[in-house]
Every structure is written in structure tokens, then in C-alpha cells.
């Protein structure tokens, strides 16, 4: 006993303990009063009085804390009312509804279906005819004028996800303007790009079309026209009065639309089924987004309409060289597998420029277009930069397609010469590129000019707007936007052309030199161009104006060849036969084959290091 209380008991013990023999004498209690057989008062109270208890003791036990009692249920919900404004579910076909029904098509007629145009024997008049419309606007007009301005593209062959999506009413798609800008378009493509939107754009969601005439000579884009055009109501034109471009004739054409988003096409268009719909709702998503559509192809002789396939993927997005040059390159690997299916976008570090949607209210934050550049050429680099550093976004969406014919050449002459697009070039390169700005300059002696005796004109207010949105440097957007680009020397060991010294001529990649082609030996000009070359800190010598091309050493007898760089960038290294040592001789010496590079006649190859031979000798100019 002593053992015992020389214990600790717990409390909790205690209270059981005495729980439980309390239950014993209630208990026997019951069972001495239900078995006795009187009756008495005294005993009949005791036994209301002992159910009493009972009662106590059943609650007491139920509220101690080792019982899991019954979940609280959930308060009563109020009954919202639906909003009228922002109904649930999704759009039906119906709904979507085109604003202009597509007229029956004749399966056989030009060009039906997306279908190349094809005419096997023609007339001298008919040939002129071709002739005439190929030197005016560089794409086969006499094509063009005899296929429907509402041909059909047949069915929709987009992904099954595409096909298949539906669009959100809550919230709601937005409206949109489309705005298309023309000079001395011919009427077929014009009409046709016109038509193509009325047919395959939703009458709820196309607010209007505003084409813009940048000062057109054409007769049949006058008066005729506007008598046109005016039967189908939501199209109008204005007009600027002289030729200012591009630039200026987009920027008049948003200032008056009244859509909630702009759409910016070309005037030689086609819009597949469905295009618009994705342009919006990704809009709807993420309204600082720049959203273009998958380009596809017009082919400028026949018109055939290049259709996408239920099985393609995206494949291309923008880029830039450092020439300042749009371009298309491959999506990387690591950007693939982010996308489930193809109703994701598609992050590019540029666009084309020529076909995009835009909320009209970012549009306007972001600082529109640089009303200061000209006519047209780097706008789309220009924007492109100042929409990633300033806090947006651009994306390729492939469930939206558009047709396009890409033409080898602009049939328009330029005011002022291309000098405008150096221009150009210069003004985004001072506001957004800061001393990268000088690996552009390398390569263009007429830009490096203009900028160092200041005649592109102000750029205060451009500044300053990037100071107000606090945009991002150049820096970040090549480290986070645009990784895998291969960044050249900022202050290159050696730059401009490669001189040789037993003929004085100059080292020259040739017209149209996209890599594994001779060099050839050239009249030096030190104008940069296709003689401009750069001795990197890889030991590389890059012919990297726009593509990235090094100089290959090849085995003799086999010419010199200016060759994709291996070096891209990241995940890539330096090829041995791309790698070069200067001697303290002037000789040229690739250290795997321990050849040097020589002049041979007209051809230039690799040969046993000679110091005493001088069409061995190089030199920088």
C-alpha cells in the first residue's frame, strides 16, 4: 500500500478509475432495486432518481475528449442569382456564327478548295497578261483574279484539339477591329482578304474592318472601291494622303477602331476556319499577351493554300540576327515539352509583325508603334524587344491559322531608299539594345554612321517611356527570353575584313552564301557585307552578319568553305576545324590539321605552313 501511494497516478487515471466504480455501484444498485419485489415509495423514487443519473453519466461520458463526434454541417448557402452579363457555359455553333455565310462552291472551279490554280496552255494576250501582273506586284495576279474572292478552303484539317475546343461565354470575347493596310494592292487579293474574314469570323466578335490606303495610285482603289465595299457594311476606308508607310497607316487605322482588340492582317491573306476565336480567348487569359497566328503558306504562282495537318505540331517561332533581320527557327526542345497539345501557345522571342492581335487598351500602354520610325522595316524587332521587356508577352497560337503569300520581293519602291529602314534599325537599337547595340553597328557601316552623327532622329520620348514601364535591359531579355542565342563578342580580338597580302584582295562568302559553299577572293571595300568577319575568343572566324558562319578548314585539295558555326550557343562547342591561331607571322594555322590557310591562284585552301610565302599572310582591315 505504502509501494502505491508512493506512485504518481495521474489525474486522468483517477477520473477513471472513480468513473468506474461509480458504474459498479449503480449497478448493483439497479440490480438490488429491479429485483426486490416491494414496491414501496421510497423505492419507486429511487429508481426515477437513479434513471436521472443514468442520463448524467451517459452525457458526462459522451463529452469526454476521446469521442470523435459528427462533422459540423456546412452553414446554409445563399442563392446567388445568375449575372446575365456573364452566363455559364460555353459559346454553341450557333452563336459563332460567321458574319457572312460563304456562297456555294464549285469543287471544279480555280483554285477551289485551297487547290493550286492551274492553266496548262495559254494565249500570248494571257501570258503578257501574267507578265504584267508578276512585274506589279510580284505574285501571279492573273492567278489570283481568276479564283473566287470567296473561295472555300475546304474542311477543317487543324489538330482535333483545335477542332474540337470550345470558347468560355464568362468571360466573354472580346470584339475586334481588323485593320488591314494596302498600297496599290491588286483587287483580287485584296477583296479576297476582305471576304476571308467576313466568312470565317464570328458576327458577335468582328466589330468592324478598316482597310487604310497609304497613298494609293491605282484607280481601281479609289472611288470604286468605297462603292464596294460600302454593301458590306462593317467595312469602311480611310486614307492617308501621301505615302508615309506602314507605321503610320497602322497607327491611324487603331486610333479610330472601336474593337476591344486589334487585329493587324496584310492585304494578300486567307483565314482558315476557326482563326479568330483562339486569338481572343487567349487575350481573355492573359491580356498582356501579343498573340499571332500559325503563318501559313499562299504559294505566289499558283495560290495554293498550304492547310495545316490534323497531325503537324508546331514547329517555328521568331528570332532575330544580328543584323537586326527577322527569321524562323525550329521551337527548342525544352519549350516543346511544356505544351500538352497544340491549344497551348507558343513563346517566340520576336514575331513577323504582318498579322497579330492586340488588346487595344495594352496596345496603347505598351507605347503602340515608335511613331518616329518610317515607311516600314524593324517595327516588328522593335516591338517585339519592348513587349518582353516591358512586362508582356508574345505567342504563336497554332489552333489559329492564316494564309499568306510570302513574296521574294517588295514590288513598292520606298520614299527616301532603304535608308529608312537603317533608320529604323538605329532607333530601336539606341532605345532598347544598350551596348549590344554595338555588335549590330559591326555589321552595318552605314547604321554605325548614322548613329555616331545622330541622324535617326529623337528618341527622348521612347526613353522615357521605357523608364516609365520600367522595362527590363537587354541583358535580361537575351539571358531569360532568348537563351539559346548565340551572342557575339562585345569587343571582338579582331573585326572587319580578312586581307591577303600576296594579292591584296579580301576574303568574301559570295551572294546567297547560307553555308557549305567556297569563299571566294574579292576586291576589298570595307564595307562589311559578305566580307565581314570576326576573330572570336573561341578562335572561331565568323561570318555572322545574319547567319552564324564560320570559316571550315577543309582537307587539300578541297576549297575553303564558310560553314554553320557548331558553336550556337547553349549545349553546343567549338568544332576543331572551325578553330584558328594567328602566328606571329601573319599566317592563318588551324591547330588539328596544323595546315595553314593559302591562296592558291583564285582558290583558297589549307597547306603546309609556309612564313616566306605571302599569299599565306593575313591581316585585318
Same mark, same amino acid.
Given at each position: 500500500?505504502?509501494?502505491?501511494?508512493?506512485?504518481?497516478?495521474?489525474?486522468?487515471?483517477?477520473?477513471?478509475?472513480?468513473?468506474?466504480?461509480?458504474?459498479?455501484?449503480?449497478?448493483?444498485?439497479?440490480?438490488?432495486?429491479?429485483?426486490?419485489?416491494?414496491?414501496?415509495?421510497?423505492?419507486?423514487?429511487?429508481?426515477?432518481?437513479?434513471?436521472?443519473?443514468?442520463?448524467?453519466?451517459?452525457?458526462?461520458?459522451?463529452?469526454?475528449?476521446?469521442?470523435?463526434? =459528427?462533422?459540423?454541417?456546412?452553414?446554409?448557402?445563399?442563392?446567388?442569382?445568375?449575372?446575365?452579363?456573364?452566363?455559364?457555359?460555353?459559346?454553341?455553333?450557333?452563336?459563332?456564327?460567321?458574319?457572312?455565310?460563304?456562297?456555294?462552291?464549285?469543287? =471544279?472551279?480555280?483554285?477551289?478548295?485551297?487547290?493550286?490554280?492551274?492553266?496548262?496552255?495559254?494565249?500570248?494576250?494571257?501570258?503578257?497578261?501574267?507578265?504584267?501582273?508578276?512585274?506589279?506586284?510580284?505574285?501571279?495576279?492573273?492567278?489570283?483574279?481568276?479564283?473566287?474572292?470567296?473561295?472555300?478552303?475546304?474542311?477543317?484539317?487543324?489538330?482535333?484539339?483545335?477542332?474540337?475546343?470550345?470558347?468560355?461565354?464568362?468571360?466573354?470575347?472580346?470584339?475586334?477591329?481588323?485593320?488591314?493596310?494596302?498600297?496599290?494592292?491588286?483587287?483580287?487579293?485584296?477583296?479576297?482578304?476582305?471576304?476571308?474574314?467576313?466568312?470565317?469570323?464570328?458576327?458577335?466578335?468582328?466589330?468592324?474592318?478598316?482597310?487604310?490606303?497609304?497613298?494609293?495610285?491605282?484607280?481601281?482603289?479609289?472611288?470604286?472601291?468605297?462603292?464596294?465595299?460600302?454593301?458590306?457594311?462593317?467595312?469602311?476606308?480611310?486614307?492617308?494622303?501621301?505615302?508615309?508607310?506602314?507605321?503610320? =497607316?497602322?497607327?491611324?487605322?487603331?486610333?479610330?477602331?472601336?474593337?476591344?482588340?486589334?487585329?493587324?492582317?496584310?492585304?494578300?491573306?486567307?483565314?482558315?476556319?476557326?482563326?479568330?476565336?483562339?486569338?481572343?480567348?487567349?487575350?481573355?487569359?492573359?491580356?498582356?499577351?501579343?498573340?499571332?497566328?500559325?503563318?501559313?503558306?499562299?504559294?505566289?504562282?499558283?495560290?495554293?493554300?498550304?492547310?495545316?495537318?490534323?497531325?503537324?505540331?508546331? *514547329?517555328?517561332?521568331?528570332?532575330?540576327?544580328?543584323?537586326?533581320?527577322?527569321?524562323?527557327?525550329?521551337?527548342?526542345?525544352?519549350?516543346?515539352?511544356?505544351?500538352?497539345?497544340?491549344?497551348?501557345?507558343?513563346?517566340?522571342?520576336?514575331?513577323?509583325?504582318?498579322?497579330?492581335?492586340?488588346?487595344?487598351?495594352?496596345?496603347?500602354?505598351?507605347?503602340?508603334?515608335?511613331?518616329?520610325?518610317?515607311?516600314?522595316?524593324?517595327?516588328?524587332?522593335?516591338?517585339?524587344?519592348?513587349?518582353?521587356?516591358?512586362?508582356?508577352?508574345?505567342?504563336?497560337?497554332?489552333?489559329?491559322?492564316?494564309?499568306?503569300?510570302?513574296?521574294?520581293?517588295?514590288?513598292?519602291?520606298?520614299?527616301?531608299?532603304?535608308?529608312?529602314?537603317?533608320?529604323?534599325?538605329?532607333?530601336?537599337?539606341?532605345?532598347?539594345?544598350?551596348?549590344?547595340?554595338?555588335?549590330?553597328?559591326?555589321?552595318?557601316?552605314?547604321?554605325?554612321?548614322?548613329?555616331?552623327?545622330?541622324?535617326?532622329?529623337?528618341?527622348?520620348?521612347?526613353?522615357?517611356?521605357?523608364?516609365?514601364?520600367?522595362?527590363?535591359?537587354?541583358?535580361?531579355?537575351?539571358?531569360?527570353?532568348?537563351?539559346?542565342?548565340?551572342?557575339?563578342?562585345?569587343?571582338?580580338?579582331?573585326?572587319?575584313?580578312?586581307?591577303?597580302?600576296?594579292?591584296?584582295?579580301?576574303?568574301?562568302?559570295?551572294?546567297?552564301?547560307?553555308?557549305?559553299?567556297?569563299?571566294?577572293?574579292?576586291?576589298?571595300?570595307?564595307?562589311?557585307?559578305?566580307?565581314?568577319?570576326?576573330?572570336?575568343?573561341?578562335?572561331?572566324?565568323?561570318?555572322?552578319?545574319?547567319?552564324?558562319?564560320?570559316?571550315?578548314?577543309? =582537307?587539300?585539295?578541297?576549297?575553303?568553305?564558310?560553314?554553320?558555326?557548331?558553336?550556337?550557343?547553349?549545349?553546343?562547342?567549338?568544332?576543331?576545324?572551325?578553330?584558328?591561331?594567328?602566328?606571329?607571322?601573319?599566317?592563318?594555322?588551324?591547330?588539328?590539321?596544323?595546315?595553314?590557310?593559302?591562296?592558291?591562284?583564285?582558290?583558297?585552301?589549307?597547306? *603546309?605552313?609556309?612564313?616566306?610565302?605571302?599569299?599565306?599572310?593575313?591581316?585585318?582591315?
Amino acid at each position: 500500500m505504502r509501494f502505491f501511494l508512493r506512485r504518481r497516478v495521474s489525474p486522468l487515471k483517477l477520473a477513471l478509475l472513480g468513473g468506474t466504480l461509480f458504474m459498479v455501484v449503480l449497478v448493483v444498485l439497479q440490480w438490488d432495486v429491479g429485483s426486490s419485489p416491494a414496491v414501496d415509495p421510497w423505492f419507486q423514487e429511487l429508481v426515477v432518481k437513479k434513471d436521472k443519473v443514468m442520463v448524467i453519466v451517459r452525457e458526462a461520458v459522451n463529452n469526454i475528449g476521446f469521442q470523435i463526434g =459528427a462533422p459540423q454541417p456546412p452553414p446554409p448557402q445563399e442563392q446567388t442569382s445568375q449575372d446575365i452579363n456573364c452566363p455559364t457555359g460555353f459559346y454553341s455553333q450557333a452563336e459563332l456564327e460567321p458574319h457572312l455565310v460563304r456562297p456555294p462552291q464549285d469543287p =471544279a472551279s480555280p483554285g477551289a478548295d485551297g487547290k493550286a490554280f492551274q492553266k496548262d496552255h495559254m494565249t500570248p494576250e494571257e501570258e503578257k497578261e501574267k507578265e504584267e501582273g508578276m512585274t506589279r506586284h510580284c505574285f501571279n495576279q492573273f492567278a489570283s483574279d481568276r479564283i473566287s474572292l470567296s473561295r472555300s478552303l475546304g474542311g477543317d484539317t487543324r489538330p482535333q484539339e483545335c477542332v474540337s475546343r470550345k470558347f468560355s461565354r464568362c468571360p466573354s470575347l472580346p470584339t475586334t477591329s481588323v485593320i488591314i493596310v494596302f498600297h496599290n494592292e491588286a483587287w483580287s487579293t485584296l477583296l479576297r482578304t476582305v471576304y476571308s474574314v467576313l466568312h470565317t469570323s464570328p458576327a458577335i466578335l468582328l466589330k468592324e474592318i478598316i482597310l487604310v490606303d497609304d497613298a494609293s495610285t491605282a484607280e481601281h482603289l479609289k472611288g470604286q472601291l468605297e462603292d464596294y465595299v460600302g454593301g458590306l457594311k462593317i467595312v469602311r476606308v480611310v486614307r492617308q494622303a501621301e505615302r508615309k508607310g506602314l507605321i503610320t =497607316a497602322r497607327l491611324l487605322g487603331a486610333s479610330i477602331a472601336q474593337g476591344e482588340v486589334l487585329t493587324f492582317l496584310d492585304a494578300h491573306c486567307e483565314c482558315f476556319h476557326g482563326w479568330l476565336e483562339p486569338l481572343l480567348a487567349r487575350i481573355v487569359e492573359e491580356p498582356t499577351a501579343v498573340v499571332s497566328p500559325e503563318i501559313t503558306s499562299i504559294d505566289l504562282n499558283s495560290f495554293h493554300f498550304n492547310k495545316p495537318s490534323p497531325s503537324n505540331r508546331a *514547329y517555328n517561332r521568331g528570332n532575330f540576327d544580328w543584323s537586326l533581320t527577322f527569321g524562323w527557327e525550329p521551337i527548342p526542345e525544352e519549350a516543346k515539352k511544356l505544351r500538352k497539345d497544340e491549344t497551348y501557345p507558343v513563346k517566340t522571342p520576336t514575331f513577323a509583325g504582318g498579322l497579330f492581335s492586340i488588346s487595344k487598351t495594352y496596345f496603347e500602354h505598351i507605347g503602340t508603334y515608335d511613331d518616329k520610325m518610317e515607311i516600314w522595316g524593324g517595327e516588328n524587332v522593335e516591338m517585339s524587344f519592348r513587349v518582353w521587356q516591358c512586362g508582356g508577352q508574345l505567342e504563336i497560337i497554332p489552333c489559329s491559322v492564316v494564309g499568306h503569300v510570302f513574296r521574294t520581293k517588295s514590288p513598292h519602291t520606298f520614299p527616301k531608299g532603304t535608308e529608312v529602314i537603317t533608320r529604323n534599325q538605329v532607333r530601336l537599337a539606341e532605345v532598347w539594345m544598350d551596348e549590344y547595340k554595338k555588335i549590330f553597328y559591326r555589321r552595318n557601316k552605314n547604321a554605325a554612321t548614322m548613329a555616331s552623327e545622330n541622324k535617326y532622329g529623337d528618341v527622348s520620348d521612347r526613353l522615357k517611356l521605357r523608364e516609365e514601364l520600367q522595362c527590363k535591359n537587354f541583358t535580361w531579355y537575351l539571358n531569360t527570353i532568348y537563351p539559346e542565342a548565340f551572342i557575339p563578342d562585345l569587343s571582338p580580338e579582331k573585326y572587319g575584313a580578312i586581307k591577303n597580302s600576296g594579292s591584296q584582295t579580301c576574303l568574301d562568302v559570295g551572294e546567297n552564301n547560307l553555308g557549305d559553299k567556297p569563299v571566294i577572293m574579292y576586291q576589298c571595300h570595307n564595307m562589311g557585307g559578305n566580307q565581314y568577319f570576326e576573330y572570336t575568343s573561341h578562335k572561331e572566324l565568323r561570318h555572322n552578319i545574319g547567319k552564324q558562319l564560320c570559316l571550315h578548314a577543309s =582537307a587539300p585539295p578541297e576549297q575553303l568553305k564558310i560553314m554553320l558555326c557548331s558553336l550556337k550557343g547553349k549545349g553546343s562547342s567549338v568544332g576543331p576545324q572551325q578553330q584558328w591561331v594567328f602566328t606571329e607571322e601573319n599566317l592563318l594555322k588551324n591547330p588539328v590539321s596544323g595546315k595553314c590557310l593559302q591562296l592558291a591562284g583564285s582558290l583558297v585552301q589549307m597547306d *603546309y605552313c609556309n612564313a616566306a610565302n605571302l599569299f599565306q599572310h593575313w591581316t585585318f582591315s
